[in-house]
């Protein structure tokens, strides 16, 4: 080979050589940028993705990151992410995390712009509430200052009117002591006046009790002598007849066609109304009440059924056997008198439909009874009183105890006056001798 040939073949060598060489440079050089690109390809990725930079709010966070002075996206981020973590959480240092905690904490589960502006209504509304007390406040202090005034100025006159009392009251002691110096004076002169006085009515007392002694001896003698006058009088007196005694009327006659009528001596003129009973007795002496005080029962009731001027029409209600009406038999009824006018006075617990109990109630039946034929009923024990009509004696119920209702106590004060009053009334009536009848004895004389 030639020398040509040989270094055209060292330089082509030599070339290939750098070529290669070149290439390896090069290659590793592609390589470490692929490598480098790829990196910086997943930082990016990491920032914001490429199908990401599409979005309209992301092309204009990076538009407002170009803008002067430009920065990275996430330069900007972190700028923007610290002033508001500033403004919301006090402190650029916070994490996305941390405000997040903070803002859940102050808004709840709200949103923390409403939290915020509910929190700002509410503020007003304390501060006006507050205005509100302040001007109350205001007022309260005026109207204490002016309360103070007012009692300043009471004290002032309290004060003037209390001077005038101190004066009054030492113009009065001046008084008073000149009455008690002017009393001691005259007590002194009493004193020895009732000693005097006292003299004189032993000196009456004495002759009295003399005087006395002698009338004390002169009466029993009086007494003695009465008794004396009383014994061989005896005979000779007459004693009235008890008012329900009294013979009201006669049988003048029996009607011969009907033997449940008969015919009474009197009529319309002697105030007899229809529908009066009567019981029929043999003679006067079978109506006096027994040692018990209880009236016996007729031998017959009648009733009169036709009025005529002087006489009546009556028919039999009641006529045992073995004891018939005869003429002449007499009539009485203790509600009723051809002659005058009773007067009653009713008071007690009645039963004139004979239920078995006696009530208040029953009164007014027995008082319309003797009204409706010609009597008088009054309320009160007087001496115009002919006969005291008492029913049973109201019952006492047990003593209410301290905690009782009102109700209750006012029933048992009113039912024990009524048992007092009941008492009273009986007591009255045979100090005054005034008759009793009781409800049997009453509805005995009337034939019921």
Do not use: C
């Amino acid at each position: 080979m030639g020398v040509g040939m040989g270094v055209t073949m060292a330089v082509t060598g030599t070339a290939a050589v750098a070529f290669f060489v070149t290439s390896l440079v090069f290659y590793g050089r592609a390589n470490t940028a692929e490598r480098k690109l790829t990196e910086t390809q997943q930082t990016s990725n990491e920032i914001v993705k490429e199908a990401e930079k599409n979005q309209e709010s992301i092309r204009l966070l990076i538009e407002e990151a170009k803008r002067p002075p430009a920065r990275s996206l996430a330069t900007y981020m972190q700028e923007q992410f610290g002033v508001i973590a500033e403004k919301v959480g006090g402190s650029r240092s916070d994490t996305p995390a941390t405000l997040l905690t903070k803002v859940n904490r102050a808004a709840g589960s709200g949103n923390l712009l409403a939290a915020l502006a509910d929190r700002d209504a509410k503020i007003a509304q304390l501060q006006k509430t507050v205005a509100d007390a302040e001007t109350s406040r205001l007022a309260a202090v005026e109207q204490v200052q002016q309360t103070g005034k007012r009692i300043e100025s009471l004290n002032s006159a309290q004060q003037a009117a209390l001077a005038g009392l101190n004066t009054d009251v030492g113009n009065y002691k001046g008084q008073v002591d000149g009455f008690r110096s002017d009393l001691q004076t005259r007590v002194g002169e009493m004193a020895s006046q009732i000693d005097k006085v006292r003299e004189e009515a032993d000196r009456e007392k004495v002759q009295l009790n003399n005087e006395l002694t002698k009338l004390r001896e002169e009466l029993l003698v009086a007494q003695g002598k009465i008794r004396e006058l009383q014994k061989n009088r005896a005979s000779e007196g007459v004693r009235p007849a008890d008012e329900f005694a009294l013979v009201d009327g006669e049988i003048i006659g029996l009607d011969s066609m009907d033997d449940r009528m008969v015919y009474l001596n009197i009529g319309r003129k002697q105030r007899v109304v229809i529908g009066m009973s009567f019981e029929v007795y043999s003679d006067a002496t079978a109506m006096r009440p027994d040692e018990s005080g209880e009236a016996p029962r007729g031998k017959a009731s009648v009733e009169v059924i036709r009025l005529d001027e002087n006489s009546s029409v009556a028919r039999i209600t009641r006529n045992p056997r073995g004891n018939p009406i005869a003429r002449g038999d007499v009539i009485a009824n203790p509600l009723f008198d051809p002659r005058k006018t009773y007067t009653f006075l009713v008071f007690g617990n009645f039963d004139p439909q004979n239920i078995g109990r006696s009530t208040p109630e029953g009164q007014s039946e027995i008082r319309a009874l003797i009204e409706g034929w010609g009597g008088k009923v009054t309320d009160q024990l007087a001496g115009n009183v002919d006969f005291l009509v008492l029913g049973s004696r109201p019952v006492l119920p047990p003593r209410p105890p301290a905690d009782a209702p009102a109700e209750v106590v006012q029933q048992f004060i009113r039912v024990q006056r009524l048992a007092r009053e009941y008492d009273r009334l009986l007591e009255q009536a045979a100090a005054t001798s005034i008759p009793v009848l009781n409800e049997n004895r009453l509805n005995t004389l009337l034939g019921k």
